[in-house]
């Protein structure tokens, strides 16, 4: 590296353009690979400023950089950002008019801006190769890189054609981004953009401030109901299996007076863009949508991430829940989970498109993702462990508050293993469970099931208790689900041993588990809205009217509130209460474009407060 390019230097850039005092883990390296020409794949965790990385190194070089995006909002977001900090970036997408296109092709011809963010569809055009083939282009930066890996969350056919970056523009540097990628997926991402021979740079999955919870799903409105209500003031998502699910689990919300949107693919862009503007700008909004929605949200104070189903691997949940807490501050996540649903992802990886291997390997994330749910030890633990990264147990998520306690449950395992066998192996859960407990349906009695000698034995126990007990078993490998049959269950070989007496199955007890409470880091530092301690939370009346100065200047510029302030800074000057624009700049996010934009708005909300809050010696005079 250059003298020029010093950490130092590097450090002075980012406060003056950014206002960060200094860099997170991990940025500075590779800041610096990427101003050494280094091409690298960087897999960060959601919130740790991928961004950055990207954008620093393209404002100091000399040479331009084009960032591919997949998402529309990913692009507006990230280019408002870097317009109000005094950034000129140029933006090219089929959401803007072919005026503002133009305009936005010159800037970046002209060197007026150094940054063109790009959508994949538009950039693999032959056209605009062509183009961009006349400038100095010195950089390729794609995000959300996992979208071209078949084996990533979130495959995107467009993405594969950026694997022709490299012959295309053999000079430039590739930068790829994401922050769900196992072991495969990274290979496959690194060989496809830069032929294997990029840097992967791994800086760790862990996010501490997100507590982890699998609740079972029985009557899942009214759940969902108790549980954002639980929440009132707080922003999240609630990820849902269908579009008829979606709306439906969003009309129940909102007639209980929950500020509810529904989102999917199947209503119109207008509408799609209109919620998701409502979405960024306003507080205490519950998004309930498919996994249409979420990729690129830069939404820092999302409390809570629900899903109301079965998601289809580990790597699409991380992704997903990885859109809670990017500010920091303490957010839930919590997965409802049935039955029903393992079977229906089975369902849909048996019907769905792709070769024999192909499906063994969504099989096999998907044993992956049941093993996280089925487990009573640490959450946290069994996440990373997926990802080849060990820890501690975390202390924060449901199974390290409320340590499971598991019990022999081998002679309930026994009648369901009885019954299955009974029944000649060829039919579902509902009506195993049915022979056990003695249900009188049509069914029974037509296939003389409650003649069985199982017929009835297990009536002590409730229905739920068997369902959890069966996923337990197809967890363990004991049981299977044949879905050639329609979704019946059956044994295996490993069956043969529990059933002859000679292993016991151990199980949480009660095998369905409560509702999970809010974490033991939400509680402390307030529940419902309040994060953080007493001076700058979300309920102190300081940074509310922060809130309420910077919402007028988002509607006013029409860009989402974050781009202003992000929380975590409002929060630091709620705590600060700083008056001089020193003080100001002494706030992490605050720069001298901010000081120039907003210092004298903010500040006399601050002395207007510091004014009509009462001081413990003035407090002491009146006899208080």
Known sequence: ???????????????????????????????QHLLDGQDLLSVMP?????????????????????????????????AAALQDLGVKVALIHSGRTYADNANSWRSFAAGEAKILYLSPERLMQDRMLAALGAQQIGMFVIDEAHCISKWGAGFRPDYEALSRLKDVFPNAVIAAFTATADQATRADISEKLTKGRGLIIVKGFDRPNLSLAVAPKHDLKKSLLAYVKSRAGQCGIIYCLSRKETDEVAAHLTAAGINAIAYH??????FRTAAQNRFMSEDAVVMVATIAFGMGIDKPDIRFVVHASLPTSVEAFYQEIGRAGRDGLPAETTLFYGLADLIKRQRMIFEGDGNEHFKLLEYKRLEALIGYCETVKCRKSALLAYFDEDSEACGNCDNCLN?????????????????????????????????????????????????????????????????GLIRQLISSGMLRVNLEKYGAVQLTAKADDLRRGRASFFARVNVSTPLPRQSRASRSNGGGGDIGPDIGTSSSPLFQALKAVRLEFAMKKKVPAFVIFSDATLMEMAQQQPLTEADFLAINGVGPKKIEAYYAAFSAVIDAHITATPTDDNRLEDGA
């Open 403 to 467: 340590p499971p306690v598991e019990e022999d449950y081998s002679a309930e395992a026994r009648l369901v293993i009885e019954a299955i066998e009974g029944s000649g192996q060829f039919f579902g859960a509902s009506h195993i469970i049915d022979i056990i407990r003695g249900a009188q349906t049509a069914k029974i009695r037509e296939k003389r099931h409650d003649a069985l000698a199982v017929f009835g034995a297990g009536h002590a126990r409730p229905k739920g208790f068997f369902q």
């Open 1 to 31: 590296m250059t003298e020029q390019y010093s950490q130092t230097y590097l450090e002075q850039k980012l406060k003056q353009v950014f206002g960060f005092d200094g860099f997170r883990d991990g940025q500075l390296e590779i800041v």
């Open 46 to 78: 959601t919130g740790a400023g991928k961004s950055l990385c990207f954008q620093l190194p393209a404002l100091i070089q000399n040479f331009k950089t084009v960032v591919i995006s997949p998402l529309v909002a990913l692009m507006d977001d990230q």
């Open 265 to 270: 693919a199947g209503k119109t862009p207008e």
